[in-house]
């Protein structure tokens, strides 16, 4: 029970941290906030920090420019195979790999199976 907790709050803590640092040089550049995340527990994932402009915070149109906004910025290139129903984009930054992404079609994102993860493509 400890451990989950532990995980947690760390996981909180460098999100939090990332979502700080990541937007204030995105903002330099032009870029609207995004939901950041470090998804060292998520096996599926390949990159250093993932990017969402999330659903509360903008329109699926929004979304989609906000993330290629970000995209241009960082000279990020399109996901081949994102989540299902998402669009994204990936690359290096100072040598750190970056995604960003956004739900494009929230009814086939949340068709994804209970038991896949959401690398399953």
Known sequence: MAKKSLRRALGRQLD???????NARGQALGCRPLAWSVPAYEPWREAGFSGLAHRGDYSTADALAVIGQWAE????????RP???SVGYRGQVEDIPVEVWAVADRDEFERMPDDSQPGTR
């Open 16 to 22: 939090d941290a990332a979502t700080a640092v990541l």
């Open 73 to 80: 910025a960082f000279d990020l290139t399109s996901d081949e």
């Open 83 to 85: 989540v299902r129903g």
